[in-house]
């Protein structure tokens, strides 16, 4: 397909619609996308929104990118869009994350489109889960989404995760004593969020769920209701891959997107834990429990959630005029 085609505009554009459901650190959906030449979509990380104290390197930007970039990938397939995706192509423009250029119609992939249909009920659910026992079946189907992006997912012991939650306190009390990350998390949790972007009040537990790795700082409790449940049969496990690049980030967070969608599709919640990568000595800390398998990019809690327990209510999103440039 050589020429511009109204529809390719449409497919393109319903994509980044798609891409808005997708997580972001503290919902800052650090993105911003253009459409161009009728067919090709360019995802940009938007500094604006960029968490300068907790993530000077971008590494969580650049993980939240990825998720909206395989959103975005996914509606295209779901639509039935052959396309190309160029990850960082342009050295001297480090802020354009990826373009996906739409080549050509294919078949609907009904794969894709079970995945894409958990994107709208996807929630960060930071609850303590149920005490039923992980599913091998599902647990596999987590790790080999997460391979074909590129990534793996190393599932704790028991013991290694006594050290997660080791690392995890660490870098808690450090972020915790700065007082411009606990101003940084103030402007950016709680409350009602009339900005569209932001964790609400609702998303953040009353109390501290019982877990065996703490949830992080922040700031005042929430509204989220908290049952005396304890995440005994939670699973542990580490992002990981073999460079710690903005490149292997952005992969990173699409295999987050891929792994975090499969989970629901298999009726799991999972829960991305990342204060132990913001930190230096809880990032090694991490690197050390790989013991040479790689570079850690993200600890997430794997699990099933209540039931009869109402999820959390959505969080807000941009519109896509806001995220779109003409
Ligand atoms: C890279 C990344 C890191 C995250 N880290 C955490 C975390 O450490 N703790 C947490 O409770 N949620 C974490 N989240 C979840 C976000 O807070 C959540 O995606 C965002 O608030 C939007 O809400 P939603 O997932 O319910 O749509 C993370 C999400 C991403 C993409």
């Known amino acids: 397909m050589t020429q511009t085609h109204e529809s390719d505009v449409t497919a393109l554009r319903a994509a980044v619609e798609a891409a808005r459901a997708a997580p972001s650190i503290h919902n800052t959906q650090p993105w911003r996308w253009q459409i161009s030449d009728g067919r090709t979509l360019y995802l940009y990380a938007d500094r604006s929104r960029q968490l300068e104290v907790e993530d000077p390197d971008s590494?969580?930007?650049?993980?939240?990118?990825?998720?909206?970039?395989?959103?975005?990938?996914?509606?295209?397939?779901?639509?039935?869009?052959?396309?190309?995706?160029?990850?960082?192509?342009?050295?001297a423009q480090p802020d354009l994350l990826a373009t996906i250029t739409v080549t050509a119609r294919g078949e609907p992939d009904e794969h894709a489109r079970v995945l894409l249909d958990t994107a709208s009920r996807r929630h960060t659910d930071r609850r303590p889960i149920t005490n039923r026992q992980v599913e091998q079946a599902a647990l596999d189907a987590i790790v080999a989404a997460v391979t074909a992006e590129d990534t793996r997912l190393y599932i704790l012991s028991g013991d290694q995760v006594v050290e997660l939650a080791a690392a995890m306190a660490g870098a808690d009390r450090t972020e915790v004593a700065e007082e411009a990350h606990?101003?940084?998390?103030?402007?950016?949790?709680?409350?009602?969020r009339r900005d569209a972007t932001g964790i609400p009040a609702s998303a953040v537990p009353q109390q501290a769920p019982q877990t065996r790795v703490a949830g992080r700082y922040f700031g005042p409790p929430g509204t989220l209701p908290v049952d005396e449940g304890h995440d005994v049969a939670a699973v542990y496990g580490i992002l990981h891959g073999d460079t710690?690049?903005?490149?292997?980030?952005?992969?990173?967070?699409?295999?987050?997107?891929?792994?975090?969608?499969?989970?629901?599709?298999?009726g799991l919640s999972l829960l991305p834990?990342?204060?132990?990568?913001?930190?230096?000595?809880?990032?090694?800390?991490?690197?050390?429990?790989?013991?040479?398998?790689?570079?850690?990019?993200?600890?997430?809690?794997?699990?099933?959630?209540?039931?009869?327990?109402?999820?959390?209510?959505?969080?807000?999103?941009?519109?896509?005029?806001?995220?779109?440039?003409?």
């Open 273 to 326: 834990i990342s204060a132990v990568v913001e930190v230096l000595p809880a990032r090694m800390a991490l690197r050390r429990l790989l013991s040479g398998l790689g570079y850690p990019y993200l600890a997430v809690r794997i699990g099933y959630p209540d039931p009869n327990a109402p999820a959390p209510a959505a969080t807000p999103r941009l519109t896509a005029d806001e995220i779109i440039e003409s």
């Open 59 to 91: 590494r969580l930007l650049t993980e939240s990118c990825g998720a909206a970039l395989h959103h975005a990938r996914l509606a295209l397939t779901v639509a039935g869009w052959q396309f190309d995706v160029r990850r960082l192509p342009d050295p």
């Open 182 to 192: 606990r101003a940084e998390i103030g402007r950016w949790v709680g409350g009602e």
């Open 244 to 266: 710690d690049t903005p490149l292997a980030w952005l992969r990173a967070g699409e295999a987050l997107s891929a792994g975090w969608l499969t989970a629901i599709a298999q």
